[in-house]
């Protein structure tokens, strides 16, 4: 209702609650029990919060149940884009165990003890398991998507991306003594988390405020200044991330580690970015 609506053109118009508060010369806690719902501004002050957010103020008390429907499909839309991220990571993840796999690997275990080898092709079989998660959380998403209870739907998501990521640490833990070259495998491993978590805070996939994003003073008070931010850095640490493992898949050598350094020349550029960008 008003509150929801009041904190959203608040936002969108890059004011914190003191700012808002200020211009209204009224305190912060005023401002945040508005927005709580816990009382309402009289229609004076109503008429002043219009003119400084640029909103009428029909918009400002509108009923936001749609809005609410919204931001539940945006939430399951969210955690639906997050299982086919890990699924990424983890398909990418199969593909680095093979280049640092002997030719042949253990293939099957009984009573916990091996009874059969094979080539290391066959790491591949895991993709099966993955496409299967990732299989049904389709359906998850299409089929229950109307379903009223949204609490069951975000449940559904998570333990999908749970269990791709607990089989994901399975296959490390049945293979991690017969990996060589730690250093590199270990770089190719950081690329490929960093890929996809730069795609994950890619501003049309990570909204304002959530926890990933490149969080500063600038990109937390401003929405234009955060999409822009957060775009460059899904573009920079992408491109990075495939350099990195490209090269790492390519050449073994001691020293790999110190590509990750980059990341750390390129989250400085984007903070100075940040500071520099016209909101």
């Given amino acids: 209702m008003f509150g929801d609506n ?6 969108e118009k890059g004011y914190s609650q003191n700012d808002l508060a200020e211009k209204l010369f009224v305190t912060r806690q005023c401002v945040s029990k508005w927005e709580k719902g816990v009382t309402q501004p009289d229609l004076q002050t109503l008429s002043k919060i219009s003119e400084l957010l640029g909103v009428s103020a ?6 936001c149940g749609g809005e609410s429907q919204t931001k539940a499909t945006d939430k399951s839309l969210f955690l639906f884009i997050m299982n086919i991220i890990v699924a990424a990571f983890c398909m990418i993840g199969f593909l680095i165990f093979w280049r640092f796999l002997p030719s042949t690997i253990p293939a099957h275990w009984a009573h916990g003890a091996i009874d059969r080898y094979g080539s290391r092709n066959e790491i591949f079989i895991n993709l099966v398991t993955v496409a299967v998660f990732l299989a049904v959380d389709v359906i998850v998403f299409f089929a229950v998507r109307r379903v009223n209870d949204k609490r069951a739907v975000y449940i559904c998501h998570l333990v999908l991306i749970l269990l791709q990521i607990a089989n994901f640490i399975l296959i490390v833990a049945l293979y991690d003594e017969y990996l060589s070259d730690d250093m590199s495998l270990t770089t190719c491993l950081v690329a490929d988390i960093f890929a996809c978590l730069s795609v994950a805070m890619h501003p049309k996939i990570n909204k304002q405020n959530c926890f990933l994003g490149i969080r500063t003073a600038e990109t937390l008070k401003s929405k234009t200044v955060w ?5 460059l850095a899904c573009y920079l640490f992408s491109a990075c991330s495939v350099v990195i493992f490209t090269v790492n898949m390519s050449v ?4 790999s580690y110190l590509c990750l350094l980059a990341y750390l020349v390129l989250a400085a550029i984007v903070v100075v970015y940040a500071k520099k960008v016209k909101s």
């Fill in 252 to 255: 073994i050598f001691e020293y």
């Fill in 227 to 231: 999409k822009k931010s957060n775009a």
């Fill in 58 to 63: 029909d918009e400002l008390i509108a009923d």
């Fill in 6 to 11: 009041l904190k959203k053109y608040r936002i």
